[in-house]
């Protein structure tokens, strides 16, 4: 018989300041199946919508809304209850906030955790090689 259980830590933890937050070690396939589709948040952080016309930006919110109530619910549903009234009342606080930014960093970082890889694409030289130079035989003498 396969066994198909999968080794994992009991939570996952992060720091925010000096306060330690502690999420679920794993998540369900359809909760990662609401969140896969979404577009890269931390691109939608990035874009000044201030600086779009009232057009593109009347087109753009209402994606925007929905994916920062999905972003904010994945980390209210994945929080574990003692962490997850923190991080909320700390998202409400204007002396120790959580900024939407940070919010964003930390469900990427999530989902990069839940889903064993990361959400962004990897960069040209991540295995280490950029592509410019000799290869590691280059002068090797060939056997004969």
Do not use: C
């Not at 830590?9 to 999420?23: G, H, L, Q, S």
């Not at 589709?37 to 057009?55: C, F, K, Q, W």
């Not at 929080?79 to 909320?88: E, I, V």
């Not at 002396?95 to 930390?106: G, H, R, S």
């Amino acid at each position: 018989m396969q066994d198909f259980t999968q080794a994992r830590p009991d939570t996952i933890k992060f720091r925010i300041d000096n306060d330690v937050f502690e999420a679920v070690s794993a998540v369900g396939a359809n909760l990662m199946r609401d969140i896969i589709g979404m577009t890269d948040v931390s691109e939608l952080t990035s874009a000044n919508l201030e600086e779009l016309s009232p057009e593109d930006a009347g087109r753009r919110l209402p994606k925007v809304m929905a994916q920062v109530s999905k972003t904010l619910g994945f980390l209210d549903t994945v929080l574990l209850p003692d962490s997850a009234q923190r991080f909320a009342a700390r998202m409400n606080s204007a002396t120790e906030p959580i900024t939407l930014d940070q919010a964003f960093k930390v469900w990427t970082w999530l989902v990069e955790q839940y889903s064993g890889r990361p959400t962004q694409p990897s960069s040209p030289s991540a295995n280490g090689h950029d592509g410019t130079g000799t290869s590691s035989t280059a002068g090797a003498l060939a056997a004969g």
